[in-house]
């Protein structure tokens, strides 16, 4: 199938018609992230006095902690050789794969991701390559002049345009390198979907709105120079400057187009695999070019803990809580301005009977009088009122949304690191086992994603990476690249990628030395058995990586040194008749000592029991004992 190169006024009606419905069937989805984004903020009133109100961030803490529970902190990629060659570029393409999830900033992306799927119920991460809003390079077009009138043509420009700030680079996002991979979450807000669509699959095409400066987009020399020429702003930067200030504007002054915005229409067209990138308003698209990466799987992974089986657009974490959080608080603000108003010190007086500055001082001060005239009881001129206490009712309403709270989002009081209500052990322990087979059931749908989006970041490896990229960030002494061929067959390999489940967990150097030496213990006595099965234990490399994991010892080789070879001691061989006639080779082999089975080291002999080999390894040279 012969892909389009170029998008007619027709075509772009029919985008423009699905963009449409695109954005009525996200409305309903919109109000409500909306209202959940302030209430993560802590906006949870409207027309309430900000000294009236009473807010306890509940979204925040139970988001924060649910991403806590969820995220796996330094998640450990493994590969998987499905062929005798994948097997062997398997570790290698591990260490690649780590240092590239530096370089792009992976972790900071898939936590936003995460929070995104928490907040609004989907989570979304694209994937690209060398450049954000192409794969090309971009670089500075001296064809957009500072005074850049709107004119049919860009004409010629010279030095000077280089030499403004905007000039240089249309792209500014440092963590997306030229010749790297990439990844990026995006909001909900900023992305759009085809509404026909139940689930992604289904998806016929994909829209990323972006917001753009609108220098930026005039000076993209890889956008359509034409389209360019028609391109106005959409609007102006958030905190731009106010266009009823200024009598010039964006066509006349540089400050005014410094400050205005275009929105652009990223759609990537599965059924053509082709990207499309238009701004509305325009005859014609900015870039129409064949999408290079990952077929018809497309650049975005999606992630959705509760899907809806009627629509493409999750159900909300946060918005399974979010009226008992909403509750809590006002309740929270009722009782607060009922003792404001019913809990303080109320009275009244007759006129004339008492002064009031002495009943200002006396309901102000501790020890303090009143002198009440005309009359026969002090009470017929002068009354306290009693307080009016908060209902019972109140309390109890709000422990039961609070139980409610709990119960829906999955996090007891235990997980908040608090444990009132829990009388014993054994509650305590069904509190938590019910909310680990939540957490455990939503990290399972995370480490697919994950996954998934690992796959994206290994096929872009295979398809722009060859071994002159591999082999120099991984080192030419692998032990790895002496067995295999260093073509391009080698880094596109078969091997599958898998997430280590329990990698939550921070392993630290003191954890990985622990590790070392039960490891050595647990397998040195096992030497003998192996020794008569044809094979043995690198013991020496066993060490090493005990040493590299110390604070004390950087480069084990230094420590770690090879023994000279010893020379055999003198001895003298008699001949086959008892006299002193030298023997001949055959009969010296013969009268030879049976040799005794040394390790790598040569240092110990694996006769000595196995258990105390354990030991020996494990507490005298491992732990600092005498050597």
Do not use: C
């Not at 005039?218 to 009598?247: C, F, L, M, W």
């Not at 030419?476 to 091997?495: E, K």
Request: glycine share 6%.
């Amino acid at each position: 199938m012969k892909l389009p190169s170029k998008v007619g006024k027709d075509e772009l009606r029919v985008w423009e018609s699905r963009i449409t419905r695109a954005y009525k069937a996200r409305e309903k989805h919109e109000l409500r992230w909306q209202r959940l984004r302030e209430f993560y903020r802590g906006n949870y009133y409207g027309s309430v006095k900000y000294e009236d109100r009473i807010a306890i961030n509940w979204m925040l803490v139970n988001i924060r902690q649910m991403m806590a529970s969820l995220y796996f902190q330094n998640p450990t990629m493994f590969f998987k050789g499905n062929t005798p060659l994948g097997e062997a570029v398997a570790p290698v393409m591990e260490q690649v794969l780590i240092r590239e999830r530096q370089v792009m900033a992976a972790q900071d992306q898939e936590r936003d991701m995460l929070w995104n799927a928490l907040m609004y119920g989907t989570g979304i991460l694209k994937h690209g390559y060398n450049a954000e809003y192409d794969m090309d390079e971009p670089y500075a077009d001296d064809r957009a002049l500072p005074g850049y009138q709107g004119s049919s043509d860009i004409r010629s420009g010279t030095d000077e345009d280089l030499n403004l700030p905007q000039a240089p680079v249309v792209e500014h996002n440092t963590a997306i390198r030229y010749g790297h991979p990439w990844k990026k979450s995006i909001s909900p807000f900023d992305f759009l979907v085809d509404p026909e669509a139940r689930t992604s699959d289904e998806a016929r095409w994909f829209a990323h709105v972006i917001n753009r400066p609108f220098v930026d987009v005039i000076r993209d020399s890889r956008y359509d120079k034409e389209a360019r020429s028609q391109v106005e702003p959409t609007g102006h930067a958030e905190h731009g400057n106010d266009p009823s200030a200024t009598t010039s504007s964006w066509r006349e002054d540089e400050v005014s187009r410094d400050s205005s915005m275009v929105t652009l229409y990223e759609i990537f067209d599965k059924v053509t695999q082709t990207v499309i990138v238009w701004k509305w308003g325009l005859d014609r698209p900015l870039l129409v070019k064949p999408y290079p990466f990952f077929g018809q799987e497309g650049p975005y992974v999606f992630l959705q803990f509760l899907p809806d089986d009627d629509d493409f657009w999750g159900i909300s974490y946060a918005d399974s809580f979010s009226d008992q959080i909403q509750v809590l608080n006002k309740m929270r603000t009722q009782m607060m301005d009922h003792l404001q108003r019913w809990g303080a010190t109320r009275g009244a007086f007759r006129t004339g009977s008492v002064n009031p500055e002495d009943v200002r001082k006396f309901v102000t001060n501790t020890n303090s009088f009143v002198e009440v005239m005309g009359a026969d009881r002090i009470s017929d001129a002068l009354e306290i009122f009693p307080h009016v206490p908060i209902a019972g009712d109140a309390w109890k309403l709000t422990e039961l949304f609070q139980r409610d709270l709990d119960e829906v989002s999955g996090i007891s009081e235990l997980s908040q690191g608090s444990g009132h209500g829990v009388q014993t052990a054994t509650e305590a322990s069904y509190i938590q086992q019910q909310s680990g087979l939540r957490v455990g059931d939503m990290r399972f749908l995370l480490e697919r994603a994950l996954v998934k989006s690992t796959r994206k970041d290994v096929s872009m490896l295979r398809q722009f990476w060859g071994p002159e990229r591999v082999v120099p960030l991984v080192g030419d002494d692998g032990r790895v690249w002496q067995m295999v061929s260093l073509s391009q067959d080698l880094v596109a390999a078969d091997y599958e990628v898998t997430i280590e489940p329990g990698s939550t967990e921070r392993v630290d150097k003191s954890v990985r030395v622990r590790q070392t030496i039960d490891a050595m213990a647990q397998l040195i006595p096992l030497m003998p058995y192996l020794q008569q099965m044809g094979f043995t234990l690198n013991v020496p490399e066993l060490v090493r990586t005990y040493l590299r994991n110390t604070e004390v010892f950087r480069n084990p080789e230094r420590i770690i040194v090879q023994l000279p070879p010893m020379a055999p001691p003198p001895m003298q061989l008699e001949g086959p008749q008892g006299n002193d006639a030298p023997a001949t080779p055959q009969e010296a082999q013969a009268q030879l000592p049976a040799s005794t089975p040394v390790n790598n080291m040569n240092q110990m002999p694996w006769e000595t029991d196995p258990a105390q080999i354990g030991q020996f390894l494990s507490r005298r040279i491992f732990e600092g004992g005498p050597r």
